[in-house]
């Protein structure tokens, strides 16, 4: 059965970190909406000021961070020794695990372009403190595959047909594809019927479900509009899924480039304050304080 849209979403600015420009998909307030996926953010930048403060140190406790990055670099260090620089085409996965303290420094260049992603995800309570580990994968390492009429992806996590992404073993069974649909064209895909689904568009526009009435979303007035009829998706725009086991893209005279994540939802209780994601506010006061007495970090 093909899904259809059940929610659309615009980003929307914000700033975090040290003073960082972006927009958000969805965060604090849509976590049950959104299981496991608890944030998405969007950093495409042409101004350096906007994103030079970058992220100093800071803990993480009871997620992942995935970072996916189109321009510029990233510096990057955290407390388990791990350091370099994220590159264009670029993932890093960490998962936070029992604690993980990092700093992420966007870097300039030439032409002041920056631009990535970055998706929180949660973990389960068994796997809450779980010891931490880094996963960086260069663009090279990233397979892409061909789809059907002439679209293709760059598979992250996931498999599509025989081929697999490389980031593996992760508990949520996440799916991490980089789609491009050519204009003029429909692409049909499956998705785990059982998953929660989700679509970020990067670059041009789209119809994301079969009915293809199109109609002014900027009328509608607030960030969030419930959808009884699709509209024309275009770049910074989310779309959750409903029921379904295929999703269907369909362009006219634009191509669409989006990501494309899925993932099996946890469906339990979330204590969340800040860059700490738990399950009960017991857990919480607990991590901020061993934050705070140095013990944060856990021998493994």
């Not at 860059?275 to 919480?284: D, F, S, Y």
Request: net charge negative.
């Amino acid at each position: 059965m093909i899904k259809q849209i059940e929610l659309g979403v615009r980003s929307t600015p914000t700033i975090e970190g040290a003073g960082v420009h972006l927009r958000r998909a969805f965060g604090f307030h849509e976590v049950q909406r959104y299981d496991p996926f608890l944030l998405l953010d969007d950093f495409r930048s042409d101004n350096p000021a906007e994103y030079l403060p970058g992220f100093p140190w800071h803990p993480h406790r009871g997620i992942e961070t995935i970072t996916y990055m189109l321009d510029g670099r990233v510096e990057h260090g955290d407390s388990m020794g791990n350091a370099g620089v994220i590159e264009p085409g670029d993932v890093q996965w960490m998962t936070a695990g029992s604690g993980i303290i990092h700093q992420e420094m966007p870097k300039s260049r030439a032409d002041g372009l920056m631009g990535g992603f970055q998706l929180w995800a949660n973990l389960p309570a068994s796997h809450k403190m779980m010891a931490p580990r880094y996963r960086g994968v260069a663009a090279a390492e990233i397979p892409t595959v061909r789809l059907d009429g002439g679209a293709s992806a760059k598979v992250v996590a996931g498999r599509v047909g025989e081929v697999q992404g490389p980031v593996q073993d992760i508990v949520t069974d996440p799916l991490y594809l980089d789609i491009s649909v050519p204009a003029g064209s429909q692409l049909t895909f499956p998705v785990a019927s059982d998953h929660t689904v989700l679509a970020y568009i990067i670059d041009g526009k789209g119809y994301f479900d079969p009915r293809r009435d199109a109609y002014g979303f900027e009328s509608i007035g607030m960030n969030y509009f419930e959808l009884d009829r699709p509209c024309l998706f275009d770049s910074r725009h989310l779309i959750l899924y409903g029921a379904g086991d295929q999703i269907e893209i369909t362009t006219t005279d634009n191509p669409v480039r989006f990501l494309l994540f899925a993932g099996k939802p946890i469906h339990e209780p979330i204590a969340w304050y800040g860059p700490i994601v738990m399950n009960t506010q017991e857990e919480l006061r607990v991590a901020f304080e061993e934050y705070r007495d140095g013990t944060f970090i856990k021998e493994q």
